[in-house]
């Protein structure tokens, strides 16, 4: 039988990539015809969407509260302090920030020339692009500013992290959102050729180019979007049983779908309701979660002896669960 040859995957110096530690060349060679332009295209999409880094994606100005308002002593609105911002290339070292907290940058402008190195960090968070204008001041403590950082992937709109932002940071006062881009690479390409041209057999040559924005090392990203599609093609490997060892955390539909199923089967008495609510809702014939949010919300009003008050508890206790009614 005719088998695949194994792949031999390395690192090459160019002239172009030299002296750029951000840039580098990787061969994966022999492959068989069209393995080239699979794997090219797959890397290429994973590295640009999927790998993931730190990024800003909201602030806390002083006197400013919102982003169309001028800033006293300063040269630069809001609006064009945020775009600035949003050049912001940080560095995270995980061993030390946990990714699924937020981390808060501060900066208090001197007058003059306020650059990203002006930007007190925690230990864990490195800021790439010193040198980074931000906004130019004529007075001492013009801008007194907190820049909230997450670790996420791909790019989330300025609305996408005004949820984020409620969500994680509450109801703080004057929060501002920004567009976010957390992708720590700057260019991706490839090519393909031919490895032995004019032989009954030809193989290919997959060459693919990386640029990073300087957080992190194209390596590491090249291995890490091997990871991710390594997980990804990990489930058709056999398609009658799959794998259920994986526990990278990107999967994660499958555990939300089981929580919810055991939310579902929850009994009424379990809800800890109150004596009128719960015997409102057994004469009903309801005995479970899964029962009782089947039916539209209407309908609960119609159930005997369950006024507003017990109908705001159900409610609330429904909501206390993560779940809701089913929809008209």
Not at 70 to 77: C, L, S, W
Not at 173 to 184: A, E, L, Q, V, W
């Amino acid at each position: 039988m005719e088998r695949f040859l194994e792949p031999v995957f390395k690192k090459i110096i160019t002239e172009e990539n030299k002296d750029n530690d951000n840039k580098k060349t990787f061969i994966v060679e022999k492959l068989e015809r069209g393995f080239g332009q699979t794997m090219g295209t797959a890397l290429r999409r994973t590295l640009l969407s999927s790998i993931p880094s730190v990024a800003p994606f909201a602030i806390e100005l002083k006197g400013v509260s919102h982003e169309f308002q001028a800033i006293k002593d300063t040269e630069e609105d809001a609006v064009e302090l945020i775009l600035n911002l949003k050049k912001l290339v940080l560095k995270c070292d995980t061993s030390i920030i946990n990714p699924d907290e937020i981390v808060e940058l501060n900066l208090v402008s001197k007058p003059g020339v306020v650059k990203a190195k002006d930007i007190e960090l925690p230990a864990g968070i490195e800021v790439v692009n010193k040198t980074l204008v931000i906004a130019n001041t004529s007075k001492d403590k013009a801008i007194n500013l907190k820049i909230y950082v997450a670790f996420s992937k791909g790019y989330k709109t300025f609305e996408e992290n005004r949820l984020f932002a409620e969500e994680k940071l509450g109801t703080i006062k004057n929060i501002i959102t920004m567009d976010s881009n957390y992708s720590p690479i700057e260019l991706v390409n490839y090519s393909i050729e031919e490895v032995n041209p004019g032989e009954s057999k030809v193989y290919e040559r997959l060459i693919l180019n990386v640029q990073t924005k300087g957080n992190m090392e194209p390596e590491l990203a090249v291995a890490t979007a091997g990871a991710i599609l390594k997980n990804h093609y990990a489930a058709f490997e056999e398609l009658s049983v799959l794998d259920q060892t994986m526990s990278n955390d990107m999967f994660e539909e499958e555990k939300v779908i089981e929580e919810d199923n055991l939310k579902l089967s929850i009994t009424i008495e379990d809800l800890n309701l109150s004596v009128r609510s719960q015997n409102g809702l057994e004469k009903a014939d309801i005995k479970t979660v899964g029962e009782l949010i089947n039916r539209p919300f209407s309908n609960l009003k119609q159930i005997e002896n369950l006024g507003d008050k017990s109908v705001s508890e159900i409610v609330e206790a429904i909501q206390n669960l993560g779940l809701a009614f089913k929809t008209e």
